[in-house]
C-alpha cells in the first residue's frame, strides 16, 4: 500500500506541487498523464527523494517519511524503489551486464555470482542476453532502455518508477519498450509510469491519473478519465490527441 | 659545427641522458603518482563537500597555484632546515613537485567529475547506492578517464619542471649540462643537445597518453 499526502514542492517562486494526494494498492499499475510542466515527474521524483518536497507524507509499506524526516529517510526510500529514466540513466563506464551487477553487489550486498545469475535471468527476459558485454554507448536506445528496466527490476523493488520511458527513443524504438513495460505491468510489482503515450496508458494501467498545473485534477480506470472525462481541462488535453492514437 | 662540437656532442650525450635516466624520469614518475594521489583526495574532498577539509584543499590550492614552483623548492630545501627540519635534495624535490602537480591536477577532476551528467549519479541515487559508492563506483572513473588530456599536461609539464631540481643540488639532466657547459665553453650546442632529449622523454610520454587514451576510451 502507498500513501501519498498533501505533496508540496516548489522551485523557488514556481510552486510545482500543490498538495497531491493519492493511494495506491499493492500491485497497482497507475499512469501519470498531463501536459508539460504539470508536475508529473517532480510528483515521480519525490516518490523516491530525488526531489525533496516541502510539504506532504509518503508511506510505501512500512516506510514513511514526512517534510522533518526526509534526509534520514533517503537512503531508505532509494532502496525501496526503483526507477527507469527517460535518458536510460545507465552507467556509462559499466557495460551492460555490470550495470545490473553493481547495485546488486555494491547496494545489496549479494556475492558476485548470485547477482550475475540474476543479471543474465533478467537480460533473458529482456531479450537481451547477446548484449551483455557491450557498453551502453553501443546500444540502441531502445535496447539502452531494456537494460534500465532490467537493472530496476534487478532491485527487486517495492514500486517501479518510469519517468517517461520512451520520451527520448525513435518512434520505431518505441514499440519494443512499451511491450516490455506491459510484461512488467502485468506482474504483480507496483508501477507508476509518466507517459505521453496515451493509448499505451489506457491499456495497460489498473488507473490513469491525470495532473495539470500541479493538481491531480481527475483519476479513475482509463475507461472513466480517457474515454469519458468529466473534467474540462482534461477533455481539452484529451482532445489533442485524435482517437486514432488510442 | 667543427669536429671540436660533434665529439663534445657525443662524448656528453650519454652524459646527460644517463642523468636523465636515473633522475629525471624517476623523480618525474613518482612525483607525479604522488601528485595524482593528492590530487584525486583534494578533488573528492571538494566536490563531497568533506566541512572543514574543503576549506584545507582550497587554501593548499590556493598556496600552490598561487606561488612559483622554484620558490616552493626553496621553501622546502633551504627554508625548513631553519626551523629543524631537514630534508635531502631527492626527497625535498619529490615534495615540491607532487604539492605542486597536485594543486594543478586536483583542479582537472574537480572540473571532470563537474562534468560528467547528472543523470549518472541521478542513477546511482535511484538504485540504492549512497553518493560515496555512486562516486567510486561511477563517477571517478568516469571523470578520470576524462582527465587523461589534461593531465597528461600536467605530467609533461613535470617533465620540463624537473630541471629546477638544480637549483637544490640534484644532479639532474640540466645541472650535468651545465657543468659540460663550464668545462667546454659550448652553451649552444650542449643546451641544445639537453633541449632534444627533454623532447625526446616528453614524445615519449606522449605516445604512452595515446595509447593509454584509446584503451580507457571505452563506453564513453
Redesign the interface.
Known amino acids: 500500500m502507498i500513501q501519498i499526502s498533501h505533496l508540496n514542492k516548489s522551485y523557488g517562486e514556481h510552486h510545482v506541487l500543490k498538495g497531491i494526494d493519492l493511494n495506491i494498492k499493492d500491485g497497482e499499475t497507475i499512469s501519470i498523464i498531463g501536459p508539460s510542466g504539470s508536475g508529473k515527474s517532480t510528483f515521480l521524483r519525490c516518490l523516491n527523494l530525488l526531489e525533496e518536497p516541502e510539504e506532504g507524507q509518503v508511506t510505501i509499506g512500512e516506510h514513511q517519511y514526512d517534510e522533518k524526516t526526509i534526509h534520514k529517510n533517503k537512503k531508505v526510500f532509494s532502496r525501496i524503489t526503483a526507477m527507469v529514466f527517460q535518458n536510460y540513466g545507465l552507467f556509462s563506464n559499466k557495460n551492460v551486464l555490470e550495470n545490473i551487477t553493481l547495485p546488486l553487489t555494491v547496494v545489496k550486498k549479494e556475492n558476485s555470482q548470485t547477482a550475475k545469475n540474476t543479471a543474465l535471468k533478467l537480460l533473458e527476459k529482456v531479450g537481451l542476453l547477446d548484449k551483455q558485454k557491450a557498453y551502453p554507448n553501443e546500444l540502441s536506445g531502445g535496447q539502452q532502455q531494456r537494460v534500465g528496466i532490467a537493472r530496476a527490476l534487478a532491485l527487486n523493488p517495492e514500486l517501479i518508477l518510469f519517468d517517461e520511458p520512451t520520451s527520448a527513443l525513435d518512434p520505431e524504438l518505441v514499440g519494443e519498450v512499451l511491450s516490455l513495460i506491459k510484461k512488467v505491468a502485468t506482474e504483480k510489482i507496483t508501477t507508476i509510469i509518466v507517459t505521453h503515450e496515451i493509448a499505451f496508458a489506457r491499456e495497460i494501467s489498473d488507473r490513469i491519473v491525470f495532473m495539470d498545473n500541479g493538481y491531480i485534477v481527475e483519476e479513475g480506470t482509463p475507461e472513466e478519465v480517457i474515454d469519458h472525462p468529466k473534467n474540462p481541462r482534461t477533455k481539452q488535453f484529451l482532445q489533442r490527441f485524435t482517437r486514432n492514437d488510442y | 659545427m667543427s669536429q671540436r662540437v660533434i665529439q663534445i656532442l657525443i662524448s656528453s650525450f650519454g652524459k646527460i641522458l644517463i642523468p636523465g635516466l636515473i633522475y629525471t624520469i624517476p623523480l618525474t614518475i613518482v612525483s607525479f603518482a604522488l601528485g595524482l594521489c593528492i590530487a584525486i583526495v583534494t578533488a573528492l574532498l571538494q566536490v563531497m563537500n568533506v566541512p572543514g577539509f574543503k576549506q584545507i584543499c582550497q587554501f593548499y590550492v590556493w598556496v600552490f597555484r598561487g606561488t612559483p614552483l622554484m620558490v616552493q623548492l626553496f621553501i622546502i630545501f633551504y627554508g625548513l632546515p631553519s626551523v629543524g627540519i631537514m630534508i635531502n635534495a631527492i626527497p625535498a624535490a619529490t615534495i615540491a613537485f607532487s604539492l605542486n602537480v597536485g594543486a594543478y591536477a586536483s583542479e582537472t577532476i574537480r572540473g571532470s567529475i563537474l562534468s560528467i551528467p547528472r ?2 549519479s ?9 553518493r560515496t ?1 555512486g562516486m567510486f ?2 563517477i571517478l ?2 571523470a578520470l ?1 576524462i582527465s587523461i588530456p589534461a593531465l597528461s599536461n600536467s605530467f609533461i609539464a613535470l617533465v620540463k619542471d624537473t630541471s629546477l631540481a638544480a637549483n637544490i643540488t640534484v644532479t639532474e639532466m640540466f645541472m650535468v649540462t651545465q657543468r659540460l657547459v663550464a668545462l667546454t665553453y659550448e652553451p649552444l650546442f650542449l643546451y641544445l643537445e639537453v633541449a632534444f632529449i627533454y623532447l625526446v622523454f616528453c614524445t615519449a610520454l606522449t605516445y604512452l597518453q595515446k595509447v593509454l587514451e584509446k584503451r580507457l576510451k ?3
Open positions: 543523470t549518472q541521478e542513477a546511482c541515487y535511484a538504485c540504492g547506492m549512497t559508492q563506483h561511477v572513473p568516469q578517464r571505452v563506453g564513453i
